[in-house]
Nanobody
Framework: QLRLVESGGGSVQPGGSLKLSCVAS????????IAWFRQGPGEEREVVSC????????TYADFVTGRFTISRDNAKKTVYLEMNSLRPEDTAVYYC?????????????????WGQGIQVTVTS
């Protein structure tokens, strides 16, 4: 069973930066593709970014392209989401999710493992 724990959230001013971490408690993270999703107040959960289990393929939602960077360190069993140039509309609960497949997909129900979520608030 893969357990995921997010950290690094908080409150930041517009234009600021945060770096989220998703730490896995499993023998190895190598088998899992990991994605970051977010859910704003009154909104549906949406995919933000994804990294394949090998790390050689990444995808980004249009609204974060050029501002966010996903990366992983399998030795540390951690996936990161570096968020720059944050905007008020980035305010949401951010979740990391894992699936034991090679490739990224955007469908949340197809991710088998989820973290508890962490709040990111962008406000002046």
């Amino acid at each position: 069973q893969l357990r995921l724990v997010e950290s690094g959230g908080g409150s930041v001013q517009p234009g600021g930066s945060l770096k989220l971490s998703c730490v896995a408690s499993a023998f190895t993270l190598d088998y899992y593709t990991i994605a970051w999703f977010r859910q704003g107040p009154g909104e549906e959960r949406e995919v933000v970014s994804c990294i394949s289990r090998s790390g050689d393929s990444t995808t980004y939602a249009d609204f974060v392209t050029g501002r966010f960077t996903i990366s992983r360190d399998n030795a540390k069993k951690t996936v990161y989401l570096e968020m720059n140039s944050l905007r008020p509309e980035d305010t949401a609960v951010y979740y990391c999710a894992g699936r034991a497949r090679a490739n990224c997909i955007v469908n949340a129900p197809l991710y088998e493992h989820w973290g508890q979520g962490i709040q990111v608030t962008v406000t002046s």
